[in-house]
């Protein structure tokens, strides 16, 4: 079903925050794991405006519809990050711009490249550029939606959750756009598919982990879907990709938590490899140093 485009840019607005309690926090603090995921979410939101510098490099500046869109999206995700970023300033944390210019010079090279890569790759692709795009966009927005939504239960705020639900009530308009634009790109064009397939089985990473350390798309992931709720959350998104023509049977996500949850048995592993090699020192209970204690600690905070 074609969205309505004209509708969607008359509905578009800033995040409306009234009512919401950001001194709450103060009172009632939110727990460490929840804190860290805001961070992350934060920082992703307000990365947009990049994401989409990205993409006007691209042939989809051509399509007035898709910038259409793409200028709405743009305006209130940056009102999802100036919110969550309400969330942290109340625990006393940066957020916004203290947070961003550190973030912007961190990624270095990969900003300054991102640009040059979409627009070389939409030259080379051509129109189903777009339909990859678009597909990865929706991909995203699902994943950004159940994440929102997995992490009320997680963190059980009354406050935090009417931040949210609001937040993904727009998400949820997002998602229409991106899924109605994959879908109707993809259905009956078997070239846009298999590029699409191939680009999402080789390249397709949880949004954010571009410009996020892995520790922290680690954390998000591993925080999220873990257990038999996380896990079916994951399966009900990639059941979404499903239904995209030429798109069955990828499992994104669940390749995904798979990997991570893998990556992080590895860790422990090393780690306690490496604690029965060393030299004994100080007491029996270990250096407060100790490598093993690092990666303890990086479990309990997952």
Not at 46 to 63: E, G, I, K, N, Q
Not at 106 to 116: G, T, Y
Not at 125 to 134: A, D, Q, R, T
Not at 198 to 205: C, P, S, V
Request: hydrophobic share 40%; net charge neutral.
């Amino acid at each position: 079903m074609r969205m309505d485009i004209d509708n969607f840019t008359e509905l578009s607005r800033r995040l409306d925050t009234t009512g919401i309690d950001f001194d709450a926090f103060r009172s009632q603090p939110l727990d460490e794991s929840v804190l860290r995921c805001l961070r992350y979410m934060h920082d992703v939101e307000l990365h947009t405006v990049c994401y989409l510098r990205d993409l006007l490099v691209t042939s989809a500046h051509r399509d007035p519809e898709i910038t259409a869109f793409l200028t709405m999206w743009n305006m209130e995700e940056y009102w999802h990050g100036e919110a969550i970023g309400n969330v942290l300033a109340a625990h006393g944390e940066a957020a916004k711009r203290e947070r961003l210019v550190p973030m912007r010079q961190r990624l270095q090279w990969k900003d300054r490249v991102a640009p040059i890569l979409h627009s070389l790759g939409s030259s080379i692709v051509g129109e189903s550029f777009i339909s990859m795009h678009m597909t990865w966009g929706a991909v995203n927005e699902w994943t950004t939606q159940v994440a929102y939504s997995r992490l009320i239960v997680k963190a059980q705020h009354p406050v935090l959750t009417d931040l949210l639900k609001r937040i993904m009530k727009q998400e949820g308009r997002h998602i229409d756009f991106y899924a109605s634009q994959a879908d109707q790109r993809l259905e009956g064009n078997r070239r846009a598919q298999w590029m699409t397939r191939n680009a999402l089985k080789r390249l397709w990473a949880p949004v954010g982990t571009t410009v996020m350390p892995a520790s922290e798309v680690g954390h998000m992931t591993r925080f999220l879907f873990d257990g038999t709720e996380g896990l079916a959350a994951a399966k009900r998104i990639d059941a979404k990709v499903d239904q995209l023509p030429g798109l069955h049977g990828l499992d994104l996500l669940q390749r995904e938590v798979r990997r991570i949850a893998t990556a992080v048995v590895f860790d422990l592993h090393e780690a306690q490899v490496n604690r029965r090699a060393a030299p004994a020192t100080g007491t029996s209970q270990g250096h407060p140093h100790d490598r093993t204690d690092g990666a303890e600690g990086h479990a309990d905070a997952a």
